[in-house]
């Protein structure tokens, strides 16, 4: 009996210890979340402002330092400009489609153009989807003029992905190159593009370089600086990461065996681009950008144009971001992980920047904590810095790009408002393409819409 007693004794004993140890364990632990959260409340608004201030200047450098990698490696040895062509081991034959939604005014000349390809062994495939326009006639007049040229007529208004699906399987070759209605393609384009189907089974599709014909305004000038230093930019340091982030919509070409394994462009997707990109390389295909095929387009020069075009750029980024995040979390979906992030924490950078602009309102109205006051929203050293930044890339840019266009230089001048006029509307628009992406029914068909093609 002693022995049971000294025995429950030592267990009472220890059982005190442990809830003893127990509580002052809680008790520290409440102590550190205490000092965490005084630390978040007075640090974490002052993260966030750092944050909208490093991250452009972080993704800037980053941006220049793959691309002068990617040109120094392969672009200066390819040649002196799009013109000086490359030689091929074959010519295999190729597609050109062209989908038109009210193009009456343009598809003229966008088929005159790429009648003048200097490759050899080529069809051109024009859908008409639903124009209310005589874009119709034009095309049937322009079949009825030139062999290579085939017109397909979908009756009503379908969308672009299905124009371009329907195109596809109507096509008589593995290789196929998409452009807009109203682009203008290079006659050397479609040589530098098949150089890399030549060169690599694995490669499903290749991006084309996109150059702004619209200059007559402020905005248009300033687009042929982002479409170098923002969209080239990208693209080849996108290539050195392994993955491109989207095959410009405007100029791209595929190798149809690819679309077909992942079920061609998607009809409810209202970037169908983007959603193509994603969907061969999450199947591992790999997608160059190849510089030399030069594609004249027309871009919006008015502010209501350019919100259009850019709100439904930050939608489809994000509708692409939502659809395929589960399967970015398997392994053998790592090579995306970089550009899936990239573009991810873009979107928190602008909602950083929403928030911090209504702090910074809201100063002027309420008095708020000294930790939360936005002194001033206007550029201090570190917007000089910036903007110095913002200079040096737009530099780069166009000095690479040079090579295929003569007098580029020329818009450097108008290039120091980029930052004030794009980045506002790339804040706002990617804030509200967040919601819409959100919102949007599920499997609702993404149809054609008339596009603002500037001044001219």
């Known amino acids: 009996m002693m022995e049971d007693s000294v025995h429950w004794d030592s267990i009472a004993s220890w059982s005190a210890d442990l809830w003893t140890t127990m509580a002052l364990l809680l008790q520290q632990g409440l102590v550190v979340m205490k000092y965490a959260g005084e630390w978040l409340y007075l640090n974490f608004f002052r993260f966030l402002l750092d944050f909208a201030f490093y991250y452009p200047l972080f993704m800037a450098y980053l941006w220049i330092i793959g691309a002068l990698i990617y040109y120094v490696r392969w672009e200066r040895k390819e040649g002196k400009g799009a013109e000086d062509l490359p030689e091929l081991p074959s010519y295999p034959p190729v597609s050109l489609i062209v989908p038109c939604h009210n193009e009456g005014e343009v598809v003229r000349e966008t088929l005159k153009f790429l009648l003048l390809q200097k490759y050899p062994n080529y069809e051109i ?36 992905a299905m124009a371009l699906n329907t195109a596809a399987l109507l096509s008589n070759h593995e290789f196929l190159v998409c452009i807009d209605g109203d682009a203008l393609l290079a006659p050397e384009a479609v040589t530098w593009i098949m150089r890399h189907f030549l060169s690599g089974p694995r490669v499903a599709a290749v991006t084309g370089n996109p150059r702004i014909r619209t200059r007559t305004t402020l905005l248009g000038r300033i687009q042929v600086g982002e479409f170098s230093a923002i969209i080239g930019l990208i693209k ?38 983007i959603d193509i990109s994603w969907r061969l390389q999450l199947d591992h295909w790999d997608i160059r950008y190849e510089p030399h095929a030069l594609c004249w387009i027309l871009m919006p020069e008015t502010l209501t144009g350019l919100w259009r075009q850019r709100l439904r750029w930050a939608q489809g980024g994000v509708e692409v971001l939502l659809r395929y995040f589960k399967r970015l979390g398997l392994w053998r979906s790592r090579r995306m992980w970089m550009i899936y992030i990239e573009y991810l924490v873009s979107v928190f950078w602008a909602y950083t920047m929403l928030v911090t602009f209504l702090f910074w309102l809201a100063g002027y109205v309420i008095e708020l904590p000294p930790q939360l006051v936005v002194p001033t929203m206007l550029p201090s050293w570190g917007g000089v810095l910036l903007g110095l930044t913002c200079l040096l890339q737009f530099a780069v840019s166009l000095f690479i790009d040079s090579r295929y266009e003569k007098g580029i230089g020329k818009i450097y001048y108008w290039l120091i408002w980029y930052p004030l006029i794009y980045w506002v509307i790339s804040v706002l628009t990617t804030v509200a393409g967040v919601v819409k992406a959100v919102l949007k029914k599920k499997g609702a068909r993404a149809v054609w819409t008339s596009p603002d093609r500037g001044v001219r």
Do not use: C, P
């Open 236 to 273: 080849r340091a996108q290539r050195i990461y392994g993955r491109i982030f989207t095959i410009s919509g405007v100029v791209g070409a595929f190798r149809k065996s690819a679309l077909h394994r992942v079920g061609y462009w998607s009809n409810d997707m209202i970037t169908e681009d």
């Open 125 to 160: 495939i024009a859908v008409n989807d639903g124009s209310t326009d005589n874009t119709l006639d034009i095309l049937l007049q322009l079949a009825e003029e030139h062999d290579k040229i085939r017109v397909v007529n979908l009756e009503s208004n379908q969308g672009k």
